[in-house]
C-alpha cells in the first residue's frame, strides 16, 4: 500500500513552541573539573516528556530519577504535548534531550534538522487501537471519526500502518486533531470522536467510562517497528558524551528493572500521581510485559532494525523517504553500556 506522506510544517510549530519553552529553558551548569574524566559535562540536562504519567512510562521516570541520584545530573523535565513540538523544542534549542517518536525525529531530519537517536525508550510499540463495542472488523471503520495528534505522530502514522494492513485507506475515515494520548481518551468517553490510539492504562480507563473497546495493537501486527526514541542535537551530543551515555545507563537500567514486578510496584507507588488502583495497575503491568516494549538490552538498534522500521514507515506514507539507519541513530553508546 502507498499513500501521498502529509508532513507538519516544521517552522512553525518551532514559532509556537519557542515562545512557550524557549523562555523557560535554563542553562546547564558544567560540573566541577576535579569530578573525573568520564564524569558527566553537565550538572543539569533540561528533557523533553510527551507522555502522560502511565505505567507505560515509568522506566523513564525512574531514569530521571536514576540520573540525578545516581548520576549527579539534576533532570530538569519540561512537559511538551505532542511529539512534533518536543522536537520543535530540541530544534529550537529549548531542550537538551527529547523523548518523541520515530515519525516526528526523522521528519525533522527530511527536513535537514541535524539530529540524532541515542537509545529507544520503547522497542516496541505500546499503542492500542480503540474503537466502538459494536465494530466487529475492519471495513466496520469506515467513516468513523479518528483523533489523532498530527500527521507526523505516531498516533497517526501507526493508525495508518493497521489500517493499511486490513485494506483501509487513510481517506476512507475523518482525522480530527486531538493533542496527546491523554486527550483522546478523554475525547472517546465524551463521545467526540470514534477511534483512536491511547496508552495501556488509558485503554482501561476509556474501557470502564465508555463503550469504547481494545480493537486491534499495533505491536501485534508489527512488533518489529521501533517505536520512540531519546533525541538529541548532534552538536550536543558531541560537546556532552559523557553526559549522554550517562543518561543512556539510566534508561537501558530502568528497562531491565522493570521486568521486576515488586521493584515496578515500588516505582509506580513513588512515581505515579494520581492513585491508579492495584487491579488496574496489575492489568495494565501484565499487558505491557506481553507487549514486551522494554528491552534492557536494546537488541533492535540496530540497523536491520531500523532499516525495517524505516522502510515500513515508508510503505505506508508516513515518511517521505527512506533514511539510512546511520544517518539518524547512534549506536556506539548502547554498545558500550551493553558491553559494560
Known amino acids: 500500500m502507498q499513500s501521498k506522506s502529509r508532513l507538519v510544517p516544521l517552522a512553525g510549530v518551532l514559532a509556537s513552541t519557542a515562545l512557550l519553552l524557549g523562555a523557560c529553558a535554563s542553562q546547564p551548569e558544567p560540573v566541577p573539573t576535579n569530578a573525573g574524566p568520564n564524569a558527566p559535562e553537565l550538572a543539569e540536562l533540561t528533557i523533553g516528556y510527551n507522555v502522560p504519567f502511565d505505567p507505560t512510562f515509568l522506566p523513564d521516570l525512574a531514569a530521571f530519577e536514576c540520573l540525578e541520584q545516581e548520576k549527579g545530573v539534576r533532570a530538569s523535565v519540561r512537559e511538551v504535548t505532542g511529539a512534533p513540538a518536543s522536537i520543535a523544542s530540541l530544534v529550537a ?13 526523522l521528519n525533522a531530519i527530511a527536513a535537514e534538522q541535524d539530529l540524532v537517536a541515542v537509545v529507544p525508550s520503547a522497542s516496541a510499540p505500546y499503542f492500542m487501537l480503540m474503537a466502538p463495542g459494536d465494530v466487529e472488523d475492519w471495513e466496520d471503520l469506515k467513516g468513523l471519526t479518528f483523533g489523532s495528534t498530527a500527521p507526523s505522530d505516531s498516533s497517526y502514522y501507526t493508525t495508518v500502518l493497521l489500517l493499511g494492513a486490513h485494506g483501509i485507506e487513510p481517506e476512507d475515515v475523518q482525522w480530527v486533531t486531538v493533542q496527546g494520548s491523554a486527550a483522546r481518551a478523554q475525547a472517546m468517553v465524551a463521545g467526540k470522536i470514534d477511534a483512536g490510539q491511547v496508552t495501556v492504562s488509558e485503554m482501561l480507563e476509556v ?134
Open 93 to 105: 534549542g529549548a531542550l537538551d534531550i527529547t523523548l518523541s517518536t520515530l515519525g516526528s525525529g
Open 207 to 340: 474501557e470502564s467510562q465508555s463503550d469504547k473497546r481494545a480493537f486491534a495493537a499495533v505491536g501485534e501486527d508489527f512488533p518489529d517497528l521501533i517505536f520512540n526514541a531519546y533525541w538529541v542535537k548532534r552538536s550536543f551530543l558531541e560537546q556532552n558524551p559523557n553526559t549522554v551515555r550517562a543518561f543512556v545507563e539510566c534508561v537501558m537500567s530502568e528497562h531491565a528493572a522493570a521486568y521486576d514486578e515488586e521493584q515496578f510496584m515500588a516505582k509506580a507507588a513513588e512515581l505515579l500521581p494520581g492513585g491508579m488502583d492495584q487491579a488496574t495497575l496489575d492489568r495494565a503491568y501484565e499487558t505491557l510485559i506481553g507487549m514486551r516494549i522494554w528491552d534492557p538490552e536494546e537488541s533492535a538498534w540496530n540497523e536491520e532494525s531500523g532499516d525495517r522500521t524505516v522502510q515500513t514507515m515508508v510503505d505506508y506514507g508516513a515518511l517521505p523517504g527512506f533514511i539510512p539507519f546511520e544517518d539518524w541513530a547512534e549506536t556506539s553508546i548502547v554498545d558500550a553500556v551493553r558491553a559494560g
